[in-house]
T-cell receptor, first 113, second 112 residues
């Protein structure tokens, strides 16, 4: 069964600190891995998209890594801000025709003063 | 820069009532999708469309119908609402299968 598991489920950090969110997947055949940020009451917003050949991609203070061999990805947030408080969702896409995205349940991040 | 617009934002239905959710995008995307998001679960695909006049079933299509009469609009209908359809519904669009998705802000639907 294709699955995407994220850890931790929730996380509280102080403003200015760094953090790393984890994503493990069993989805196959792999096409791409995406990270989304979802603010409360809003739709997900794309942060990064990585294909099989990419092992790191950055978007400002967000850096995603991908190890396709171990089927693991991480999202590193540098110098966190209060506005980083959100749910971060890992999504894995399959190859082949048709829409094949498997969504994780997200890591709820809270940044406090 | 509207992106993807969903209407309505909130709705309460009684069991057995019907309704239509509207999704409109102004990015000329070919692909459009309807997802539902429930607590403790990842987003699940209800139906999708690969172009004007086309629709296809996703992971959880039962109880829903869709139409894509115009490229920019994707409608999701609930024929006879059930409490199990209480959820937050998101519309999304993309240029291609592997491209980034742009999501709307969601419709929170409660069926009582």
């Amino acid at each position: 069964k294709n699955q995407v598991e994220q850890s931790p489920q929730s996380l509280i950090i102080l403003e200015g600190k760094n953090c790393t969110l984890q994503c493990n997947y069993t989805v196959s055949p792999f096409s791409n891995l995406r990270w989304y940020k979802q603010d409360t009451g809003r739709g997900p917003v794309s942060l990064t998209i990585m294909t099989f050949s990419e092992n790191t991609k950055s978007n400002g203070r967000y850096t995603a890594t991908l190890d396709a061999d171990t089927k693991q990805s991480s999202l590193h947030i540098t110098a966190s801000q209060l506005s980083d408080s959100a749910s971060y969702i890992c999504v894995v896409g399959l190859t082949g025709g048709g829409n094949k995205l498997t969504f994780g349940t997200g890591t709820q991040l809270k940044v406090e003063l | 820069n509207a992106g993807v617009t969903q209407t309505p934002k909130f709705r309460v239905l009684k069991t057995g009532q019907s309704m239509t959710l509207l999704c409109a995008q102004d990015m000329n995307h070919e692909y459009m999708y309807w997802y539902r998001q429930d607590p403790g679960m990842g987003l699940r695909l209800i139906h999708y469309s690969v172009g004007e006049g086309t629709t296809a079933k996703g992971e959880v299509p039962d109880g829903y119908n869709v139409s894509r009469l115009k490229k920019q609009n994707f409608l999701l209908g609930l024929e006879s609402a059930a409490p199990s359809q209480t959820s937050v519904y998101f519309c999304a669009s993309s240029y291609s299968w592997t491209g980034g998705y742009t999501f709307g802000s969601g419709t929170r639907l409660t069926v009582v």
